[in-house]
């Protein structure tokens, strides 16, 4: 396997180029010679450490990144697989896993994914078997797998980040799902694309005090005309392009020639400030034809690195960095939601009261009934009968207050008493994804994001760095459509049963001391 994105990105003293290539949707012709020409290119020019291939960019079916990385691995260029969620279930993503470290393609960039687009006869089926952490921890499960069969390579795994949402909830939960990210086995990350060099020193800042090992690359992009609208209009989940610069690029190309000219600009300029400020490196994107333009932007890098200072102010930071970024100093996540406590709605309060009551009185293993919980479901479980009367009284309860899906591994408690089988279309876990906007849901922008409301739960009392606690296992499908109370009484659900994955999550606990609020 080629190791020199691992090498380079280890290195202290290299700036480390990857390049984002996006594959077409043939096995054939125009978009693949397009991609193969500019990966060659690439590697004669010898300043980029990996190419990355996206997976089925947004959600929709194209040229697999396994496929095509093979080809440009064997030129002899590094290749970052883009791994997403949203295609196969876990058996096919462990099968998926295996056949690339088969190839000696071990560098995965971890993602939830966008939601699914349209494939053949319309809209694909949404999978969603793990999200981006639990695939971290699978991964980095079948590294040690791996090594014990005699392969010392286990995989570099990546994932992403997005320091640009739009309200406090929505950032707090970000940075709280990259704590579970790290902890759960990543060992670089890759910044959404924004355009505010404030956010991208925040969150150098927060990691930085927090004490995360993984170096991260800043997004830089680009910015076409057709690019800057579809951004600006969401249609890119998780990027984001205000009004102002969206306006700013029509204007620069109403001649093309200066408008290409400013996107190289503006694309070296960002660069330089995240050199400047103490990025690992750029993960440079939108890059569709030819490699050329790649290399007038790293020749205009060069440069201009040196007056990155100069640069801040075209990406919103006009007084001191330090003063514009020191809100953020001590890992005190608590100061990017400006101290706010926010106040639920009465309904809200008192459904997150409620919920917590119950649990606290019904499904705590510290409570004084525990053991009387426990004696009741083994007698409910041991005859037919008693688990249809479990599940008699269970399902209304539950569909009423949560929209149950009767998964029969319930997961509500780390959720803030939501649940992730009827409320996030993407069934996330562990945090949110990154497709959220302004605290909307990525799929359904008419309700908020499941995770906007638990952090607003959790902060009301205080309590954000529950956002953060440990790693969920995913849920058990041998348990659908049984009674969840049983399960986690009689040990059988995620929290209770001590298969591998759930050790391996309990004892990955991310650093939560920052997270506070
Ligand atoms: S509810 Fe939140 S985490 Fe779930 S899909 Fe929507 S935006 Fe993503």
Redesign the pocket.
């Known amino acids: 396997m080629l190791r020199v994105f691992q090498h380079d990105l280890r290195d202290p003293d290299h700036f480390v180029i990857t390049l984002e290539l996006v594959p077409g949707r043939e096995s054939t012709g125009r978009t693949v010679d397009a991609v193969m020409g500019i990966a060659r290119d690439a590697f004669a020019d010898g300043r980029i450490s990996a190419v990355s291939i996206t997976d089925n960019p947004g959600g929709n079916p194209s040229l697999s990144p396994d496929v095509i990385g093979n080809e440009i691995f064997k030129i002899g260029l590094d290749v970052i697989v883009h791994f997403t969620c949203r295609d196969m279930n876990r058996v096919g993503m462990e099968s998926r896993a295996l056949q690339l470290a088969m190839m000696g393609m071990k560098n995965i960039l971890a993602l939830t994914g966008d939601y699914t687009g349209a494939g053949f006869g319309g809209q694909g089926a949404p999978v969603f078997d793990l999200d981006s952490v639990s695939l971290l921890a699978m991964l980095a499960m079948l590294s040690e797998r791996i090594g014990a069969a005699g392969d010392p390579d286990g995989f570099c795994t990546g994932c992403a980040v997005s320091p640009f949402k739009g309200t406090p909830g929505e950032t707090v939960a970000q940075y709280a799902k990259l704590c579970r990210k790290e902890a759960a086995g990543a060992q670089f990350v890759i910044t959404q694309l924004g355009y505010d060099a404030g956010r991208f020193a925040r969150l150098l800042d927060v990691t930085r005090s927090l004490g995360f090992a993984p170096p991260i690359l800043g997004s830089v992009y680009l910015l076409t005309p057709t690019a800057a609208r579809i951004m600006n209009a969401g249609r890119v989940p998780g990027v984001v392009v205000s009004d102002a610069l969206r306006d700013r690029v029509l204007d620069e190309w109403r001649d093309r020639e200066t408008g290409r000219q400013a996107a190289v600009e503006r694309a070296a300029r960002l660069a330089a400030v995240l050199k400047g400020l103490g990025y690992k490196g750029i993960h440079l994107g939108g890059i569709h034809r030819d490699f050329s333009v790649v290399a007038r932007i790293l020749d205009r890098l060069e440069h201009i690195a040196d007056r990155w200072p100069e640069f801040l102010a075209d990406f919103g930071i006009t007084g001191d960095r330090e003063e514009n970024a020191s809100s953020a100093a001590a890992g005190d996540i608590c100061a990017l939601t400006g101290g706010i406590a926010p106040t639920l709605d009465p309904l809200e309060k008192l459904h997150f009261n409620l919920m917590r009551q119950a649990h606290g009185m019904f499904f705590s293993r510290e409570s004084a009934a525990a053991g009387l919980w426990r004696a009741l479901a083994r007698r409910l479980d041991s005859h037919p009968a008693g688990r249809m009367i479990a599940s008699t009284l269970e399902d209304p309860v539950k569909r009423l207050l949560l929209g149950c899906r009767h998964c029969g591994d319930c997961g509500i408690v780390h959720l803030a008493f939501l649940c992730p089988e009827s409320?996030?279309?993407?069934h996330?876990r562990n945090g949110?994804?990154g497709?959220?906007r302004n605290g909307r849901?990525?799929?359904h922008p008419e309700r908020f994001?499941?995770?906007y409301r638990a952090w607003r739960r959790w902060a009301a009392i205080g309590e954000s760095r529950r956002l953060a606690d440990g790693c969920v296992p995913p849920r058990r499908w041998e348990l659908n459509e049984t009674a969840s109370w049983l399960n986690f009484h009689l040990g059988r659900d995620h929290q209770g049963s001590g298969d591998a994955f759930t050790r391996f999550c309990r004892s990955r606990t991310c650093r939560t001391e920052g997270l506070r609020g």
């Open positions: 409320q996030c279309p993407k996330t949110a994804c497709g959220s849901c990525e799929v994001c499941v995770w």
